[in-house]
């Protein structure tokens, strides 16, 4: 291992708990175990200062807290080297505003009890002589805890520093169960292979980070502006350093597990640790029992892999291939990281991530469900899973896993047999873009979702479409699929003046290469005083209305379009969801209105291209024929406009000169399972829980 002579490291953890029902279940736990990693001298080295290193309690107050950052950075200038500052707790900060980290102890308590993170750290990176500040912010909206740019290069020091943040979720997003502290306290203990001597905070910790966490997306900010000896790194990496043991992830995990009982605990074989276990748990109190807790936990885990190895060999080991278990590891939601590689996983690789490093609910091997369900599927055996399969989920009790798995998997029709993409345009409540959110699904099955940043203009959307596009390439080619389809979710504004299906994505217009469906993201965030379920409800009765196979839009004209109000009047005697609606010619001013009050009303929409296209006879007996392939020969019928653009005298066909913001069942399952696991709250006084 690299050695590095630098000045003695400090530390400091907050865990800000609060009274009643904002209390946080976990948060003095998890702040005891990453000051214990952060000051073990074979982990993160740092100068263990007792009552001074770590603050945690109920209503600690803004200027204890304030003080106590003060005298870390003050000890850490005196011996010239870097701090490192842990925040858990509560973050208030609606809408991307500076995190607020709540040290009151109360729910609604006024800013100025609270400690404004971006101002402190702005202050503390500006220190005089340290080395270099690292920070972990485990709260909602962490990512507010970004300090902007000009505080710092205009501070004390004029940006000659060094920063990094490592926070739980983005300035918009929850947290849950304290997941960023305990993940990272473990990944700090068991190590990171690849990362090299030290963690740090980096790529390669964030994801490994966001692979671990649930239902919501960590991300790191670096600031390099100063020259120092040394690197600025987190801990040590224990990946490198441990002595040899079994290359599984398996042994890997039984290591780990027995390290945290004794780092002297020499057991070699799992029947050895069983035996320690039968001998010595009775005698385990407090933190000792929870390790041996969690090593019960890691040998029920090494006998579920044996089983399930067993079971999956005898019934689809005759036909498996390299390729479908790749395929299959994919679908149950195994990172990428860990299946691109060169040879492939086996299935004991691949079974041992699912149970070691896959999600669980109370005990629930769910990766593991979804790894069997996949499995069924490639094999073409959905519908008649073999007996030893079924005896191997019932004993689990994951047979209701499964089976909602496999209803997932199967929905992926015969002729559509690669993944589809989803993005979701976010905006400020204007025609800006600030955001950009991708899933990517194979039938119904999320196989991984992404965030991407956004500044304003059309060449920032353009720029985050590119960074959407080749996030999901690897994943495609590594299912063996051609991505086809693209659905683009869109607020009103955004979705009228900026048409998908035109956005330049990779020097090519996104409509050349992909089969684009417009939808509204009313569904997802409604307007104001309409609520997610009611939209969707909004959904559901547009899909009964559209069963009928000789149905059709319904067309508004020149009168009803008239004027903002009267077509106002019209909606108003009309059913929520009862129509699409249709118009062959835009009206002459307020489309941006109506087509905020249809949508609202309806979540499918046809309307012209441009304010003035061709024939309107044509064009609405065009729709009624190609009623039942719409969208999708919208999106044709564009693209081989593209492709006959200048070739060609004739006009252009006249679906190709409408849009269409779009509903179906895909849409509305989609949109179903987003409100299932959203959490709405203006103030993060909530408890945090799982997804």
């Known amino acids: 291992m690299t050695v590095i002579d630098e000045p003695p490291r400090h530390v400091l953890v907050v865990g800000a708990q609060c009274e009643g029902g904002g209390r946080l279940a976990g948060l003095e736990e998890a702040a005891n175990d990453l000051h214990r990693v952060l000051t073990d001298p074979s982990l993160g080295g740092c100068i263990d200062r007792d009552a001074q290193s770590l603050l945690v309690g109920t209503s600690l107050g803004r200027n204890r807290v304030v003080d106590a950052v003060n005298e870390a950075a003050r000890a850490a200038q005196d011996d010239g080297g870097c701090l490192v500052l842990a925040l858990l707790g509560h973050g208030e900060g609606a809408d991307g505003a500076p ?40 709260t909602c909206l962490a990512g507010g805890s970004v300090p902007a740019a000009p505080a710092i290069t205009s501070g004390q020091q004029e940006g000659n520093v060094r920063s990094a943040i490592l926070f739980a979720a983005s300035a918009k997003e929850p947290a849950f169960d304290m997941q960023l502290s305990r993940e990272l306290t473990r990944l700090i203990e068991g190590g990171l292979p690849g990362a090299g001597d030290f963690l740090k905070v980096d790529d390669a910790l964030r994801e490994a980070l966001r692979e671990r966490v649930r239902g919501q997306q960590p991300g790191t900010w670096d600031f390099q502006g100063g020259a120092y000896a040394g690197g600025l790194w987190l801990a040590r990496n224990r990946a490198v350093t441990r002595d040899p043991a079994p290359g599984s992830i398996g042994g890997m995990a039984l290591l780990e597990a027995l390290r945290r009982i004794d780092p002297e605990l020499q057991l070699l074989t799992e029947r050895e640790a069983q035996e320690w276990v039968l001998k010595n748990a009775q005698a385990a109190t407090g933190r000792s029992r929870a390790s041996v807790y969690r090593l019960r936990e890691v040998l029920s885990d090494l006998r579920t892999v044996d089983k399930s190895l067993k079971a999956l060999i005898q019934s689809f080991g005759p036909n498996l291939t390299e390729d479908r278990l790749q395929l299959a590891a994919l679908l149950a939601g195994l990172p990428l990281s860990f299946l691109d590689r060169e ?56 047979t209701a896993v499964v089976n909602s798995r496999l209803r997932e998997l199967k929905h992926q029709s015969a002729q559509e047999t690669g993944p589809r993409l989803v993005v979701v345009l976010e905006d400020d ?23 991407f940043p956004c500044t304003q203009g059309n060449q920032s959307l353009e720029k985050a479409l590119d960074e959407v596009v080749v996030w999901c390439s690897p994943w495609a080619n590594l299912a063996g699929k051609r991505l086809q389809r693209i659905d683009v979710a869109a607020p009103t504004l955004v979705l009228l003046d900026s048409p998908a299906e035109e956005q330049v994505v990779r020097r090519r217009k996104l409509g050349l290469n992909y089969i684009v469906t417009t939808r509204w993201s009313g569904m997802l965030r409604p307007p104001p005083d309409v609520t997610v379920h009611e939209m969707l409800q909004v959904g559901r009765q547009l ?42 010619r835009l009206p002459e001013k307020g489309w941006e209105l109506m087509a905020q009050e249809l949508l609202e009303h309806t979540p499918a929409l046809v ?72 959490v709405t709250a203006p103030i993060e006084f909530v408890s945090k829980e799982q997804e």
């Open 99 to 138: 995190l607020h980290f709540v040290t009151s102890g109360k729910a609604g308590a006024s800013a100025l009890e609270n400690v404004d993170v971006p101002s402190l750290l702005a202050a503390v990176v500006n220190h005089p002589g340290l080395a270099g500040l690292i920070v972990i912010v485990d």
């Open 343 to 398: 040879p492939p996983r086996t299935l004991r690789d691949v079974i041992e991530y699912a149970v070691h490093r896959g999600s669980g609910v109370h005990g629930q091997q769910r990766t593991l469900a979804r790894l069997v369900a996949a499995m069924a599927h490639v094999s073409g055996q959905e519908d008649n899973v073999p007996p030893a399969v079924c005896r191997l989920v019932e004993e689990l009790e994951l």
């Open 429 to 451: 409540g204007s025609e800006h873009v600030v955001r950009v959110d991708a899933w990517l699904l194979y039938g119904r099955a999320v196989l991984s979702r992404e965030s």
């Open 543 to 584: 899909l009964d209305s559209m069963g009928d196979p000789c149905s059709g839009p319904v067309w508004l004209g020149r009168q009803e379009t008239e004027t903002v109000e009267r077509l106002q009047a019209l909606l108003d005697n009309r059913g929520f969801g009862q129509h699409v609606w249709a118009l062959s």
């Open 607 to 678: 309307w012209p291209r441009q304010r003035v296209s061709g024939d309107a006879e044509m064009i609405k007996e065009s729709v009624q024929k190609n009623w039942q392939a719409l969208p999708q020969q919208i999106a044709l019928d564009y693209r081989q406009h593209l492709h006959d653009f200048g070739a060609r005298s004739d006009k252009q066909a006249p679906l190709a000169a409408m849009r269409a913001a779009w509903h179906d069942e895909e849409w509305q399952d989609f949109c179903t399972r987003r409100a299932k696991v959203s």
